[in-house]
């Protein structure tokens, strides 16, 4: 029987991943709201000059508007290129004149910043082929629109919900003219952390300018090589803030790290496109967010995940991990930010001896295994053509991700090939712990050369393989 799986020999075109074994995952961002007494630079709404600027710009984006009734157009389309520190860059203009800074596009959180500020503060940022001192930076006083946030202003609350009000403790509640400023931020994501102020900035593209963005203004933060983008489901976000029927993204294949070589991003703010759906695509519906009180859990995006297929072989994926618990926990999410697919410790033991079994006429890699937490490693190079099983992500509604080889398998030493999934307790099977979150992530190494689409109006994920640069 004709077993389902591709064949390769050692000139194949899998990427190396000699920088990716250092890579960080963008995952679980949660919001916490510490004052920072960092004295950094004010921008008192007071100031005259500051309110001028502030009409201007007002009065620029309506003059904008009204000058150009017919250039509102409905879809924008962003390049995005692969990082080698793991994450997809973009590049966007804020503020008047717009300077533009670069971000990571991230669907896993939702608050979009930059890093602000001559005088920002990166610790841990020396990333591969990122030079600190070159992440651009936006300067808010070059920007006649930068506005801070107040503490009465809604778009504060957005960010520390009812709380709001017990951060205006320099106000007299029933003084509607509060010139409180919305406190700073702190975000943790998966390793990295930003804090900074929030601003209003209008947000420039090509026949487009959005006024009154709220973006933050980080002065500080720990493992971040540039601002991030976040796409996820909370009003902060991007496709949010933009009022996003949909968007879409093809994600380069990492042989391009650093390079010119870019995929598109897709925001549509299209007309009422009904139903109506991508030509191509298969779809899922998004399952719904957990009710839980984390509030991560409430940016995310989430699919359900019934079978994987490994060659022949079936992993039903157990009903508390598929369906995300009211607790929160189990679940899959979709995640641009992730670099490789998580899955916890039970439904990855599973998949990973799958692959053993199918291969294991190779060699294991237990040294490289061991270096690398990838697993399992196997060492080819005596081999002239392997057997590699299909890897096939099934989910709700029959829709099927075949993975390309690339999407699943990469060279990480001479010779050497490994499973690029992780887990928590890859190396030590049976460990683990405290389970918390999302059970399984599918990261963006997993999502290479797909389109991928949000369908937020009809709440579905859609996918389709397709070259990307
Ligand atoms: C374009 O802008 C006008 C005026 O703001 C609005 O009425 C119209 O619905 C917009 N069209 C689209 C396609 O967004
Ligand atoms: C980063 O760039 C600065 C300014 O161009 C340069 O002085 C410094 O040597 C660079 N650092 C690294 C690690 O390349
Ligand atoms: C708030 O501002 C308005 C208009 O500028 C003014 O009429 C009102 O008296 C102010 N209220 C307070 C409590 O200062
Ligand atoms: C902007 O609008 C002009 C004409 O109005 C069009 O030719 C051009 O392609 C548009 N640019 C983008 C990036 O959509
Ligand atoms: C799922 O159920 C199994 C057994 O029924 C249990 O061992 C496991 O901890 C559960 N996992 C979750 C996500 O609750
Ligand atoms: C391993 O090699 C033997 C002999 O060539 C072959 O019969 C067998 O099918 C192979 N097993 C796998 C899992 O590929
Ligand atoms: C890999 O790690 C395991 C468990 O820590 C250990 O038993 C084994 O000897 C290690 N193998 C190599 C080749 O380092
Ligand atoms: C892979 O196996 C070859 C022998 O077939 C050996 O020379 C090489 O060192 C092994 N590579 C690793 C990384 O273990």
Sequence with gaps: MAEASSSFSLSSWLVPLLFLCSVFPFTSPSTITIPLSLSTQQYPSSDPLKILN?????????????KFPYTNFSVIEIPLFSRSYGGYSMSLSFGTPPQTVKFVMDTGSSLVWFPCTSRYLCNGCNFPNTNLTKIPKFIPKLSSSSKLVGCQNPKCAW???????????????????????????????????????????SLDFPNKTVADFLVGCSIISTRQPEGIAGFGRSPESLPLQLKLKKFSYCLVSRRFDDTQVSGD???????DSGDAKTPGLRYTPFAKNPTGSNRAFKEYYYVMLRKILVGDHHVKVPYNISVPQSDGNGGTIVDSGSTFTFMEGPVFELVAKAFEKKMANSTIATEVQNQTGLRPCFNI???????????IFQFKGGAKMQLPLANYFAFVDFGVICLTLISDNAAAPGGGGGRSGPAIILGSFQQQNFHIEYDLENERFGFKQHSCS
């Design 265 to 271: 991003l897709i925001l549509d703010m299209g007309s």
């Design 159 to 201: 960010i520390f919900g009812s709380n709001v009000q017990s951060n205006c403790q320099g106000c007299d509640p029933s003084n509607q003219n509060c010139t409180e400023g919305c406190p700073p931020y702190i975000i943790q994501y998966g390793l990295g952390s930003t804090a900074g102020l929030l601003l209003l900035e």
């Design 381 to 391: 190079s005596g081999e002239k053509s392997v057997a590699v099983p299909e890897l």
């Design 54 to 66: 502030h009409l201007s710009s007002l009065s620029l984006s309506r003059a904008h508007h009204i």
